[in-house]
């Protein structure tokens, strides 16, 4: 099938992809990347009433015609998914290598004896100890790159006996998983991800406060910004990650590939547009986003309190916005002849002109965010109704581990904290759901005085029927009542829970 390029792609916060061509077609691939579907382009030459041609097919088992379409969409996703998809078959020979040893943890070393690279664009390089994965600070200091070793996506039945019956004690690391059959070989391969210094999962924590501190040593004019300067430590996810840490907190688990196939494809659902509606055509999506690829540029959804967005627009620098001032961006870019941040305040109102033979538009990207961040707030306000489930929050439910006895107790809370970090978006849509039926309870208790006063007009019969049954409506309301407090006391349970990781 041949296509005049990509125009947009497009993670949601479900981790589905959506990559529209210029030719019209569209392709959309599921949060576990295990399922695809393709809308073709509308033949200019057909009937007006002829059906849009569709395909769904499984990633593994696509066709000549449609793979490389498919394996761009893929690529995208692993980037910036939560865990990647890695299918054996449409991974090149050469980007696979075979090892003995199923392990998922890696040990960093301590800052007295890390021995960070610089690289040619001034990005700031740390490696682990076994050199299985490296992670790569951006010249800005603002986000970074990480590189690491993972297993390929095995089937499930294979994946849960893997995670649960190949854990072992181990003298060296609370954490090991090693071969049950020394002699038997796997495949993995080699992943690629880009992050955010503003979202920083717990696995790299340790490692990027081992590169800020080396970025602080070339960047001199941010040491009174920056806790660093005096105490060696950085502030993740609320968690100070100082230099002194125990062997323990030096170790971290890299992410895992999801299973080969999808343990719920029911939750597969599309977000194709009829092409019959009447509706204003846009090029930006009406569901909650999490990454947009337009043009060559990247264009993240920070989700916090107050949603930001943040640019990179692939020359080493970031345009973030200024929180609840939305209008406002600070430009982070990094000069490296003097070794320096500049950085750049814009407001939307007034954005600075193009220049001549610039790599990109400032003016066209920051009001390409500023629309992106305004579609963003406005879905969030209508999508007020609990989360749909997906596949990858019912797979993430059913690989969690089942016992710990075997484990030491350090492995406990580090499996423990990654449980409650994985299932944390099933817990929200459980709490959303609990709140909306107190919410509906209450709103029956404050208006029972209607459902009083259309007693009045029934006759003295039908009455006095109603007043029999009272006592089992004051039941009901008791019932009611003792159901409203248990659940905000599960509320109370997962935001305590919460709030230990």
């Known amino acids: 099938m041949?296509?005049?390029g990509v125009s947009l792609m497009i993670m949601y916060e479900d981790e589905s992809v959506d990559v529209r061509y210029r030719n019209g077609s569209q392709l959309q691939l599921s949060p576990c990347g295990c399922e695809f579907m393709l809308v073709k382009a509308t033949d200019t030459h057909g009937h007006p009433l002829q059906p849009t041609e569709r395909v769904r097919q499984r990633s593994r088992f696509t066709v000549s015609t449609y793979k490389e379409l498919m394996l761009a969409a893929l690529a995208f996703r692993n980037k910036y998914a939560s865990r990647p998809y890695l299918p054996e078959e449409l991974l090149p020979s050469d980007h696979k290598k075979l090892f003995f040893s199923i392990e998922s943890g890696v040990q960093w070393p301590e800052l007295s004896s890390c021995e960070a690279e610089l690289g040619p664009?001034?990005?700031v390089i740390v490696r682990s100890e076994d050199?299985?994965?490296?992670?790569?600070?951006?010249?800005?200091?603002?986000d970074f790159c990480v590189e690491f070793t993972c297993s390929l996506s095995q089937p499930q039945n294979q994946h849960e006996k893997t995670m649960r019956g190949s854990r072992t004690k181990d003298p060296n690391s609370s954490s090991r998983f090693i071969s049950p059959q020394p002699e038997q070989m796997y495949q993995s391969t080699t992943v690629i991800q880009h992050h955010s210094c503003c979202a920083v999962a717990p696995t790299w924590a340790y490692p990027l406060s081992l590169a800020r501190h080396h970025w602080m040593t070339h960047h001199p004019q941010h040491k009174d910004v920056e806790a660093e300067?005096?105490?060696?430590?950085?502030?993740?996810?609320?968690?100070?990650?100082?230099s002194d840490v125990s062997c323990l907190e030096r170790r971290s688990q890299l992410p895992q590939a999801l299973p080969l196939t999808c343990p719920s494809p029911?939750?597969?659902r599309w977000k194709f547009k009829d092409p019959l509606a009447r509706e204003d055509v846009s090029d930006l999506p009406t569901d909650l986003v999490k990454i947009i690829w337009c043009q060559g540029v990247n264009y993240r959804i920070l989700r916090e309190a107050v949603p930001v967005i943040e640019i990179s627009p692939g020359d080493g620098s970031v345009?973030?916005?200024?929180?609840?001032?939305?209008s406002y961006f600070t430009h982070y870019k990094p000069q490296l002849q003097s070794e320096q941040v500049k950085e750049l305040s814009y407001h939307f109102h007034s954005l600075p002109p193009d220049v001549l033979g610039q790599v990109y538009s400032v003016r066209s990207v920051v009001s390409r965010a500023s629309r992106i961040l305004a579609c963003?707030?406005?879905?969030?306000?209508l999508l007020k109704l609990p989360a749909t489930p997906t596949c990858l929050r019912e797979e993430k439910h059913f690989s969690e581990p089942e016992t710990f006895e075997e484990s030491p107790s350090g492995s406990v809370l580090v499996e423990q904290h990654m449980n409650v970090t994985q299932t944390a978006d099933c817990r929200s849509d459980l709490v959303a759901s609990e709140l909306s039926k107190i919410k509906r309870f209450n709103f029956l208790l404050e208006n029972s005085h209607l459902l009083q006063s259309e007693s009045k007009h029934v006759d003295l019969e039908t009455s006095s029927a109603e007043g029999a049954h009272e006592p089992v409506y004051e039941d009901h309301i008791a019932k009611a009542l003792q159901r409203t407090s248990r659940a905000i006391q599960d509320i109370d349970a997962v935001i305590s829970a919460a709030s230990l990781t």
């Open 2 to 4: 041949e296509t005049s």
């Open 121 to 123: 664009g001034g990005e």
């Open 131 to 142: 050199e299985r994965a490296m992670l790569s600070l951006s010249p800005s200091g603002e």
């Open 229 to 242: 300067a005096a105490s060696s430590s950085i502030q993740v996810d609320g968690k100070t990650i100082i």
């Open 266 to 268: 029911h939750w597969h």
């Open 319 to 326: 345009i973030r916005s200024n929180g609840v001032l939305n």
């Open 376 to 381: 963003y707030n406005q879905a969030r306000q």
